[in-house]
Nanobody, 114 residues
């Protein structure tokens, strides 16, 4: 069973940057979607950024500040987060889909606070 391992979360001051990484434990063939979601306490899990076979999409709240990219190995996905705001505080999850399959990472905490 494929597992996703996330890293890169932490505590950062407003205006700072973090880079999240998500790597699959084994090779995945036919990936058609890789995305980052986030969930703040008491709120639903929302899509932050995604890359699919046809497009790259960002939530309006992060456009111009966050950048999603994939690694050379094609089984990794990154989220570069710049100009972080307190409202970006949440647990961030990566999601990878291939065929009819989907799997989630365990989540990594991002806290933006002075």
């Amino acid at each position: 069973q494929v597992q996703l391992v996330e890293s890169g979360g932490g505590l950062v001051q407003p205006g700072g940057s973090l880079r999240l990484s998500c790597a699959a434990s084994s090779s995945i063939r036919g990936i058609n979607f890789m995305g980052w979601y986030r969930q703040a306490p008491g709120k639903q899990r929302d899509l932050v950024a995604s890359v699919s076979t046809s497009s790259i999409n960002y939530a309006d709240s992060v456009k111009g500040r966050f950048t999603i990219s994939t690694g050379n190995a094609k089984n990794t996905v990154y989220l570069q987060m710049n100009s972080l705001k307190p409202e970006d505080t949440a647990v961030y999850y990566c999601n990878v889909r291939w065929g009819l399959e989907s799997t989630w990472g365990q989540g990594t905490q991002v806290t933006v606070s002075s």
